[in-house]
């Protein structure tokens, strides 16, 4: 229950909990050293001759690619508020020790310069249709933060969308449009892909719609610092800002990727783009839909690569596997019989060749069903058997489940008798959420509206009923702690 707000109520502090139930240890450093040309000289006596280069076959041709899935491919432009600075250089200034000070620095000074008020802000991206009834995926990144997200289609037809979920942990976004027999894009299979393939990619960098770039797949199941357990597809295709969250073809025309991230130092593309399998993608897409959130497996153990020198220390042939470095009490891992030291070679008959195979495949599977592990213990190998569990925390899809709020944006509870004399208020309701044109105007949850246009309201039917015949501006007079001033809202 959300309580009226007072002076002394401290910030809300965010975390972020831990995501998978894996820590995976890397110690392998980068380095990108400076690419030096240089040109053999030939020997002086050594006659010159012409350099034929050998063809092996024709250059592939996008344009068919191109014509077939780029108007399956669309622009996302999304419209978010960020806070400006608090207050105004040179703007009327109110004495810290006066009881209104707290008050005017979140609404500001009738007919002061507003600093401190929610400004909006605007982004792109881009994204692309899987399904004909207007089912569109995109990145978590680019509509998380957003308050609307519009979809413009090649054809210029542009919709509102709705986000349906996200999951930060992979970085997709799930929107829907409200359309019929759009076009489609073709899913593939990333795992028929190879390094050195031929890819094609198509967006909006910088905002210049379906521009389409090409490259090759310059490595598979690439681990990032920030990417969770996703296997990234790294490519050499040019991938620039408002890229983010358009398709990566293969030349069957069938989409493999969905373009996330580049490693830059000067913000635009230099070579190393990021691409999550669209495998990956379409699970994400399909538990949004059917339950608005995603379920992942959990093990429950601390892994890291398994190097030439480890393998040497532990007996094995080949640097292969995902070695345990320490089990959780009570996990899946514990509870199937792991120890610290032992290396997982098989998850269900599948090879682990890199400990960066592992968190995937235990996302994917089911919380609840079993999991055979081949492991590497003391010189030879075993089977343990692992019942799944399901990952806490930030593992479920941040779905749109903002309730209906109306105009205002307002979700409210009448004042219960205790916060009545508590507060000394007779009468008013409490706002439990803000969202919309009333958090923009700077209300507050724990702040009480009492009067709408100078009329008291004592409940939420009685304020949606004068919301529903309100124009585009409504004043409403709010109470925080012992202040109360008129907050005017723009609904248009």
Do not use: C
Not at 375 to 397: C, M, P, S, Y
Not at 458 to 477: C, I, N
């Amino acid at each position: 229950m959300t309580k009226p707000r007072t002076w002394k109520q401290s910030a809300i502090a965010l975390g972020i909990a831990g995501l998978l139930g894996f820590t995976v240890a890397k110690f392998n450093g980068h380095l990108f050293p400076q690419a030096q040309a240089t040109t053999p000289v030939a020997a002086a006596t050594a006659p010159t001759a012409p350099i034929v280069p050998v063809v092996q076959g024709n250059l592939p041709n996008f344009s068919d690619i191109v014509q077939r899935n780029g108007p399956a491919v669309v622009n996302i432009s999304v419209t978010g508020q960020v806070k400006t600075a608090q207050q105004q250089r040179g703007g009327p200034q109110i004495d810290p020790n006066d009881p209104f000070y707290e008050f005017f620095r979140r609404f500001g000074i009738p007919g002061a310069p507003q600093g401190g008020a929610a400004q909006p802000t605007h982004a792109l991206g881009s994204g692309f249709i899987i399904s004909a009834d207007g089912i569109v995926l995109t990145n978590a990144h680019v509509v998380a933060d957003a308050s609307e997200v519009t979809v413009k289609l090649t054809d210029k037809r542009e919709f509102v969308a709705k986000v349906l979920g996200f999951d930060k942990d992979t970085d997709i976004a799930v929107l829907k449009i409200n359309a019929a027999n759009l076009p489609t894009v073709k899913l593939g299979d990333p795992a028929n892909s190879r390094v050195g393939d031929w890819v094609l990619a198509i967006g909006s960098p910088f905002g210049f719609e379906n521009s389409v770039t090409a490259g090759i797949i310059s490595a598979k199941s690439r681990s990032l610092p920030d990417g969770g357990y996703t296997p990234f597809i790294q490519t050499d295709a040019p991938i620039n800002p408002g890229n983010s969250g358009g398709p990566l073809f293969n030349l069957n025309g069938e989409v493999i990727g969905i373009n996330a991230q580049i490693y830059s130092r000067s913000g635009g593309f230099q070579g190393l783009s990021f691409s999550i399998p669209i495998d990956i993608a379409k699970n994400v897409e399909q538990q949004i839909v059917a339950h608005g959130k995603v379920t992942r497996g959990r093990l429950g153990v601390t892994i890291q690569d398994v190097n030439q020198s480890l393998a040497q220390s532990f007996g094995l042939k080949a640097p292969n596997g995902a070695l345990v470095s320490g089990v959780e009490p009570d996990s899946a891992g514990a509870k199937a019989g792991l120890k610290s030291g032992d290396i997982i070679l098989k998850l269900n008959d599948q090879p682990i060749i890199s400990s960066s195979d592992l968190p995937p495949r235990i996302a994917n599977i089911t919380p609840g069903n079993n999991a055979k592990l081949e492991i590497w213990r003391d010189g030879k190998t075993q089977t343990l058997n692992a019942k799944i569990t399901e990952a806490k925390g930030e593992k479920v899809a941040a779905a749109d489940k903002t309730p209906d709020h109306g105009r205002l944006g307002l979700a409210v509870r009448p004042l219960s008798k205790d916060e009545q004399q508590e507060s000394g208020i007779a009468s008013g309701l409490v706002v439990e959420q803000a969202s919309g044109p009333a958090a923009a105007a700077g209300i507050e949850p724990g702040d009480v509206v009492l009067a709408i246009n100078g009329t008291p309201v004592t409940s939420a039917e009685q304020l949606k009923a004068f919301m529903a015949k309100a124009g585009d501006h409504v004043a409403l007079l709010v109470q925080r702690g012992d202040a109360k001033i008129f907050v005017p809202i723009n609904l248009g």
